[in-house]
């Protein structure tokens, strides 16, 4: 149970890290007061569905990740289209915006990420979005009734995301990629190229080696200029470029930060009474064997759950999460996990089969997987995820890893009876 003299709970933030804790807590105690504060003026959604909304494939109702009953049953004071700017852990205080001051026993900072606009001149112009808010896709949606075409602004996963869905609604879209690749944070340039060429196939126009340098208009977009001195004419753009911790709230306090809030194996930051989770901590990762941001839903959810149970008294450890991605385009899946690209004392096996676009590749270092990449060929995804979480000796195995008879029966003697069994369950899939 909560400590009786802890009765006062803040939680910033309304999505997979703050939902969690929420559910967390509640499991253990009816009681204690609990505030949730977002910035937006939404219930929790589901940011992973975001895409397929933009693509007219899942309706509004299917965004929904908890509804407004939720909060009701839980006994969730929730203040919505409010932004925390301070936390003052000196005071145990929080400031929202209207400068009001609210008291917090144990604080939560689960604030996310947002969308990471580049520094272009005209970024400003209506016109221009990220993809990170139910707000950004229905503006855009809203705009594509006079939209002929879109430009995307970075090859990696928003980008690519915002396009497929865009194409998929009819529009002409055109990703400009500043590296000489797509996926280039996932992705090797074998399986990037196979990726590249597909996307091509079904309609995006990629250029690589480019980037904008100013986007034209009155007001309103008209087009971009490329650092190559061309001229493509669009009614939006949309800015994939990666996104950035929500930290501000907590720079220049006492709270140490580095890319994100820094937090120890319990997810409790410098402050010993406010916790952080989700895409705004950064956590130990258990492949890189370091701490840095793995700003995933799965990995949010995990630690929201265990800084619940933390609140609650349960001193849970956190084991690490790891950089992983899984998407589909046009019906090619991929999988990436851990570190994909070639680092010195790494290990390298991988196989190829263009033509039905299939790639598999093992990353390894003293016999323990440290990464992987499955292109088309997915199933044994989970399998390599435990192998690469409980950093087990592969050795035995090694020459099975890539074939596709491999399955969770070659490894069920690596591995303990509770990892064996689970893997089982889930029919050697992640999960």
Not at 94 to 103: T, Y
Not at 221 to 235: F, H, N, Q, T
Not at 242 to 258: H, Y
Not at 390 to 408: A, G, P, Q, R
Request: net charge positive; aromatic share 6%; hydrophobic share 40%.
């Amino acid at each position: 149970m909560l400590d009786k003299r802890m009765k006062n709970i803040i939680i910033i933030g309304n999505s997979a890290a703050g939902i969690a804790a929420v559910e967390s807590i509640r499991n253990k105690d009816r009681d204690a007061g609990i505030t949730m504060i977002s910035e937006e003026d939404y219930t929790a959604y589901n940011r992973c569905v975001l895409s397929y909304y933009l693509a007219g494939e899942v309706k509004e109702d299917r965004l929904i990740y908890r509804s407004k009953e939720f909060y009701q049953s839980n006994k969730i004071d929730l203040i919505l289209a409010k932004k925390v700017i301070k936390v003052d852990p000196k005071k145990s205080q929080i400031v929202l915006e209207d400068k009001q001051r609210l008291d917090f026993d144990i604080l939560v900072i689960a604030t996310g990420a947002s969308a990471k606009f580049p520094e272009i001149k005209g970024v400003q112009k209506h016109g221009v979005f990220g993809l990170r808010t139910v707000k950004d896709a229905k503006e855009i949606i809203g705009l594509l009734p006079v939209t002929k075409t879109v430009c995307v602004l970075g090859g990696g996963l928003i980008g690519l995301k915002a396009g497929y869905a865009l194409k998929k609604r009819g529009i002409d879209v055109k990703v400009i990629v500043k590296s000489k690749q797509v996926l280039s944070q996932i992705l090797d340039k074998t399986c990037a190229e196979i990726i590249q060429k597909h996307l091509e196939l079904n309609g995006l126009e990629i250029l690589t080696g480019l980037d904008a340098t100013e986007l034209l208009g009155n007001g309103d977009l008209k087009a971009i200029k490329l650092d190559s001195g061309k001229v493509i004419g669009c009614e939006v753009v949309i800015i994939g470029k990666g996104v950035s911790p929500n930290i501000n709230l907590v720079k220049d306090t006492t709270i140490n930060v580095n890319e994100g809030i820094m937090v120890d194996k319990f997810l409790r930051t410098s402050a010993k009474n406010i916790f952080a989770a989700g895409d705004c901590a950064e956590t130990y990762d258990f492949s890189w064997e370091k701490h840095q941001i793995n700003a995933l839903w799965p990995n949010a959810v995990e630690q929201g759950c265990l800084v619940g149970r933390n609140i609650c008294g349960e001193n849970s450890e956190y084991t690490g999460s790891i950089g992983m991605n899984s998407v589909e385009f046009f019906g090619l899946p991929v999988i990436s996990m851990g570190i994909v690209r070639e680092e010195p004392g790494m290990e390298i096996l991988s196989c190829l089969d263009e033509k039905n676009k299939v790639y598999k590749k093992v990353v390894l270092r003293d016999n323990c997987i440290k990464g992987v990449i499955l292109l088309n060929r997915i199933e044994n995804s989970g399998i390599y995820l435990e192998l690469i979480r409980h950093k087990t000796d592969i050795l035995s195995v090694k020459n099975e890893l890539l074939k596709d008879t491999f399955n969770y029966a070659k490894i069920m003697d690596l591995l303990g009876k509770d990892e064996t069994i689970y893997l089982s369950s889930a029919g050697g899939k992640y999960v």
